[in-house]
Nanobody, 123 residues
Framework: QVQLIESGGGVVHTGDSLRLSCGAFGSTFSHLIMGWFRQAPGKEREFVAAISWTGARIMSDSVKGRFAASRDNAENTLYLEMNTLKPEDTAVYYC?????????????????WGQGTQVTVSS
């Protein structure tokens, strides 16, 4: 069992930066693929980024060049650095984990989820 706890959300203005963190508890963090998803009101949960235990990354086209995912295996922590934020980035951001071998993009491929942290970008 893996428990994930996100932090770092908040209210910012267009163009600002924000860093989200996700602490993982209860399992061997370094063996997990970790992902970030987001869900805006009335929309489906959307893939943002994922990173394997070796550091291989995939990013959504909508955030490529603005967001960066990283992880600290020694601290069991996942990060999402978000720059040049836009109002359309407003959503609840979720951390997720999977024991898959290949990095997946679908929410159903992830086994564990955090409670989410709200990010609001005002224009």
């Amino acid at each position: 069992q893996v428990q994930l706890i996100e932090s770092g959300g908040g209210v910012v203005h267009t163009g600002d930066s924000l860093r989200l963190s996700c602490g993982a508890f209860g399992s061997t963090f370094s063996h997990l693929i970790m992902g970030w998803f987001r869900q805006a009101p009335g929309k489906e949960r959307e893939f943002v980024a994922a990173i394997s235990w070796t550091g291989a990354r995939i990013m959504s086209d909508s955030v490529k060049g603005r967001f960066a995912a990283s992880r600290d295996n020694a601290e069991n922590t996942l990060y999402l650095e978000m720059n040049t934020l836009k109002p359309e980035d407003t959503a609840v951001y979720y951390c997720a984990a999977t024991r898959a071998i290949v990095i997946p993009r679908g929410p159903s491929d992830y086994d564990y989820w955090g409670q989410g942290t709200q990010v609001t970008v005002s224009s």
